[in-house]
């Protein structure tokens, strides 16, 4: 028997086949061009699929099940997706019945954020851990909840939006529409924004010179590249960040008593300029006994969280 | 058969028996005088479920289980209490053991939120939801989760510590240590101190006057009386504790994604004074799609909050 997972972003999508064992024997990877609607991009997903099921040997009929990780909000009951940013007019889409009906198979549909948690879990930095937190630091910031070994989904699937916890309540305008949260002060985005805002107020700084002089610019990769050559401002933001970051951290492990906390997503691969102060603040700031047990990690799963986790999200029980 | 229910307060303590359909049969409440050590108190216990099974014709063999609520931190699965701020000398305690051996039934500890929690799940405003969160704003300000119709433990029992998440990083020094904790800002001592600041600071207000000069003895109490007779102070005192704690609940709300927020405890009786701005700012402040579904109601077990949690307690399974 073979599974199936399905990595939907809005810019690239990722297509595997797996054994049971988690052995990937085909993957493909190619551009949303999300700008044709969602029925092109669904019969692009559906013929890479049957193409890899070809190339690796696997009769249609051996698929057990597909696993697909999208941007959320979604019904993971009906298999329906929502209103996702930068997925448009994909709102109301029976994702999961596409599927279905074309490979015959079970097909179980997650939020990218709980399926890259569920890929920690059983593949990564949460294995073996029944009660941990995953928050992804990317463009913006998400999270999922493994809750005794399982995806905790609250009332709609919609649980674990950590990037949405308050962390300034009079702090910079977020793209939910509300102020200061933390997606608003540590995501990518925040960081570019606050690397901008800092080189525009004339200090001076590496970074100027390597984005010639144009600071629109100036991201987040500009300021981790300067910081690692040691550039004092580029430095103060990603202290800065952890530190926002580490606030945020303490108070999931305050609500949530993990044994584990495991942070992904491209911002994160920065590496300690990001968990050092983050680890820092999180351990002062939350209570004592929680911080004590709440280890602070990075992922382990990297570029291939996502499909990974997909492909987890396959072998699950449905329901 | 018959189960008991014992909540165990810094001041006082109330035992309970009743019958499996949660008809309780007779109950006593008792000042627990902690400054006497453990063993004292737990003797008292003992005695006074002695009495109320004689009292209400239960053979000690009809005892089906008992169900504890105490202050946190414990260990649940030991039945061993930790470091309970009110209860000194309680380190370390094994109260399980002690109930079970004395009268050879299942005995089961919980900390005092989560059986409060579980209370309003089984018979209160919780009833019928399976995933809700539950806030205490007492003295302090504590939690419960609610999760798939149970309480959610986290790693050791310690989770929903909704009172120390961290509202205004450079806020209020807090009970546990850190700065700016929701406690810090909305739990009844947050109040009074805020209350006394104000006066202190020489704003006219009706409560110098209820206070009879001594502004230290202005509290929580004090706050609500002259709110509810209209004096401008008090009522901005109550919209901005309620400011801050919809500012949690809105955290809560993102986090969990609850169908329902329910608040209880000591502080909540002044009602629409706190639930007010509490809402107003938590359905603001939250995510769109997760505000519309979480409704924000008063706890309705009130001051039988506890007792009834720790009956509840009794009948759910072990483990």
Redesign the interface.
């Known amino acids: 028997m073979a599974i199936a997972g399905i990595d939907i972003g809005g810019t690239k999508i990722i297509v595997a086949v797996a054994d049971e064992q988690m052995n990937i024997r085909g993957r493909a990877r190619f551009d949303t061009k999300a700008e044709r609607g969602p029925l092109p991009v669904v019969q692009d997903m559906k013929n890479a699929l049957h193409r890899l099921l070809k190339e690796t040997g696997v009769p249609v009929e051996s698929l057990s099940s597909i696993g697909i990780g999208c941007g959320g ?1 979604l019904n993971r009951r009906t298999g329906v997706v929502l209103t996702v940013p930068n997925l448009p007019g994909w709102n109301g889409l029976p994702l999961v019945d596409l599927f279905a009906e074309e490979f015959d198979c079970k097909t179980l549909l997650e939020n990218d954020a709980n399926a890259a948690a569920l890929g920690e879990a059983r593949l990564g930095a949460g294995r073996g851990f ?2 941990f937190a995953y928050f992804t630091v990317s463009t913006g910031i998400g ?1 999922g ?1 493994i ?1 005794g070994g399982k995806v ?11 990037g ?6 009079d702090g910079p305008r977020c793209n ?3 102020w200061g949260c933390l997606e608003s002060l540590a995501s990518g985005t925040a960081i570019a924004r606050r690397t901008r805002e800092k080189l525009a107020g004339g200090r001076f700084s590496k970074m100027l010179e390597m984005v010639g002089g144009d600071i629109a610019k100036a991201d987040a990769q500009v300021a981790a590249e300067a910081a690692r050559m040691g550039d004092s401002l580029a430095l103060d933001i990603w202290e800065e960040t952890g530190k926002y970051l580490g ?1 945020g951290v ?3 492990i ?6 584990r906390v495991v942070i992904g997503g491209g911002v994160s691969k920065v590496g300690d300029l990001l968990f050092e102060p983050a680890r820092r603040v999180a351990k002062a ?6 911080a004590r ?2 280890d602070i990690v990075p992922a382990e799963l990297g570029d291939d969280g996502g499909i990974l986790g997909a492909l987890c999200l396959a072998l699950e029980p449905e329901g």
Do not use: S
């Open positions: 909000p029944e009660d999270g909840i809750a905790y989904h609250g009332t709609d699937d919609n649980a674990g939006e950590f949405h916890q308050i962390i300034l309540p939910c529409g509300n606030l303490a108070n999931i305050n609500i949530l008593n993990p044994k700031r939350a209570m004592r006994d929680l047990v709440a």
